[in-house]
């Protein structure tokens, strides 16, 4: 069973910037296509970023396209997301996702098998 463990969230200020880190035990993390989603209260669950098995591609929800980074560590069954010029509309808890099975770049959230409870992320203005 994969387990996934995120890191990093906090309070910051707009226009800052934050890296979440996603830390994967249990099953063979190079396999898996990575992804971070967020959920804002009383809100859905919202894709984020994603990115291959193998860190060559990656996809971006347009909303943080340009600012937001997202990463792996095969070597260190880790993913990483670089969130940078950070706005109070990215206020959320942010979750690290992993899929079972589905290796490229994938925006599908259905298509995400492991889950980690998340990390809270707070911008403020």
């Known amino acids: 069973q994969v387990q996934l463990v995120e890191s990093g969230g906090r309070l910051v200020q707009a226009g800052g910037s934050l890296r979440l880190s996603c830390a994967a035990s249990?099953?063979?993390?190079?396999?898996?296509?990575m992804g971070w989603f967020r959920q804002a209260p009383g809100k859905e669950r919202v894709f984020v970023a994603t990115i291959g098995r193998s860190g060559s591609v990656t996809n971006y929800a347009g909303s943080v396209k340009g600012r937001f980074t997202i990463s792996r560590d095969n070597t260190k069954n880790t993913s990483f997301l670089q969130m940078n010029s950070l706005k109070p509309e990215d206020t959320a808890l942010y979750y690290c996702a992993a899929t079972n099975g589905v290796a490229w770049a994938t925006t599908n959230i259905l298509n995400y098998a492991y889950w980690g409870q998340g990390t809270q992320v707070t911008v403020s203005s």
């Open positions: 249990g099953g063979t993390f190079s396999n898996s296509a």
